[in-house]
């Protein structure tokens, strides 16, 4: 179950100009003894860095997509986005803790150290895990796809993504939370 230390599978690409990859790293989980589902990204992007919390581009669609899930008001600062996941059971962290990177550009993920799982895992009732998007599952799997807890691959909610549905989202957290109107 435990994360290769220091995995770095996904390499640069020999053409790749080394000085456009930014060596960067990831936030810190949020979790507490009430989280019930894990949601996984793959790396923060540049705007998430800027805002110094998760899905911080008003484009992306999570927090959005939490809020019209949850028939509550969309949280505006990154202590109100805190509350909210925690109040609903809802954790949050990314695959990648730290790697080399292209701007927010997942497919240029390189060189990356996984993040230690094993410690929401270790403090929280996790059931389900969400991820989401391609990368994020492709990281997951790479390094945790035995952990034990059902996962489930879910379309992106980065604005990049022409084809997120909130159905996906709407029915992957009805699994964990039971079915809401």
């Known amino acids: ?15 790749a100009a080394a000085g456009r990859y930014t060596k960067a790293e990831g936030f810190a989980p949020v979790f507490d003894a009430h989280s019930r589902v894990l949601i996984l990204g793959s790396f923060p992007s540049v705007k998430s860095r800027l805002t110094d919390f998760y899905y911080g581009n008003p484009q ?68 389900r895990i969400l991820l989401n998007g391609r990368r994020a599952a492709a990281v997951f799997e790479e390094n945790y796809k035995n952990c034990g807890i059902p996962y489930f691959v879910l379309p ?16 992957a957290l009805d699994g964990i939370f039971g079915v809401r109107s």
């Not at 230390?5 to 390499?11: E, G, Q």
């Not at 925690?86 to 292209?102: E, F, K, Y």
């Not at 993040?115 to 929280?124: I, K, T």
């Open 1 to 15: 179950m435990s994360a290769q230390k220091n995995a770095a599978p996904l390499r640069r690409p020999p053409s």
């Open 60 to 127: 992306n669609r999570f927090w959005k997509m939490l809020s019209e899930y949850f028939h509550a008001p969309m949280p505006a600062t990154n202590e109100e986005k805190r509350r909210f996941v925690l109040g609903h059971g809802v954790a949050l962290w990314d695959v990648v803790m730290s790697c080399d990177v292209i701007g927010s550009k997942d497919d240029s993920i390189a060189n990356y150290v996984p993040a230690r799982l094993e410690e929401v895992f270790a403090n929280a009732p996790i059931g």
């Open 156 to 171: 992106s909610t980065s604005p990049a993504n022409p084809r997120y549905r909130y159905e996906a989202w709407k029915e």
